[in-house]
């Protein structure tokens, strides 16, 4: 073979590396969402990943929410035991340094799910809801550990527009929060970004997840 045949060769190949290496979470023939479901075994995990190809059962009820403290909460809003505690502690640490950060959704039923969904279809269209909805017995609210906060400008539709949400940004960790739907992640969650979503996961699993700027389902794809 020729030098000159062999360098472009070697050129081709190395362009091919690295447009695999930028490419490699998009799917060019269709979604990969919503295929090959597979039922949850391990639902009470603090880490458990629900997602759209990750599925919970209808008659799943976490065991042990409580209820939030209305001081940290819009209205009558339910966690998990350890969830909620962190939240509660979250909030009044950054009410201390003059912010407020208020639950604004928290556990919602698959029976709650379903009708939301359907909301969105019926309102928005299939493929809108898809985007900012999860079909019932995939959405984290069902786990009792995922959370929509809002700031003091009473809109969890604007948290990033709040002064609270750099704070959550920074700290949200620290309490074993981590942002669910991040921006520049969404052909890997499946969801647009959503700046007022989080979702407890433990302070050791959250630190982990903020210092790589990884997703869920990069942890779990990551730890394994």
């Not at 339910?78 to 407020?100: I, W």
């Not at 991040?182 to 050791?204: A, D, L, Q, S």
Request: with cysteine.
């Amino acid at each position: 073979m020729k030098e000159e045949t062999f360098k472009k060769c070697v050129y081709v190949v190395l362009f091919l590396l690295i447009m695999l290496f930028y490419t490699k979470d998009i799917h060019f023939f269709g979604t990969h969402f919503y295929e090959h479901i597979k039922q949850i075994k391990e639902p009470n995990s603090i880490s458990v990943l629900v997602n759209k190809n990750n599925q919970l059962a209808a008659d799943y009820i976490p065991h042990d929410l409580e209820k939030i403290s209305l001081d940290y909460a819009n209205e009558e809003q339910y966690m998990r035991k350890e969830a909620k505690e962190h939240f509660e502690r979250l909030s009044e640490d950054a009410r201390k340094l003059g912010y407020q950060i208020i639950a604004s959704s928290t556990y919602r039923s698959y029976t709650y799910q379903e009708r939301l969904y359907h909301y969105y279809i019926e309102t928005k269209g299939l493929e809108y809801a898809d985007l900012c909805s999860a079909r019932p017995g995939h959405s984290e609210h069902q786990t009792g550990l995922a959370i929509d906060v809002m700031g003091s400008n009473q809109d969890y539709d604007a948290f990033a527009d709040s002064i609270e949400f750099p704070w959550m940004t920074e700290n949200a960790y620290k309490y074993g929060f981590i942002l669910r739907y991040p921006k520049g992640k969404e052909n890997i969650t499946g969801f647009k970004y959503e700046p007022w979503h989080y979702r407890y996961v433990g302070i050791k699993i959250a630190k982990i997840i903020h210092e790589n700027n990884w997703t869920l389902e990069e942890y779990h794809t990551n730890k394994e």
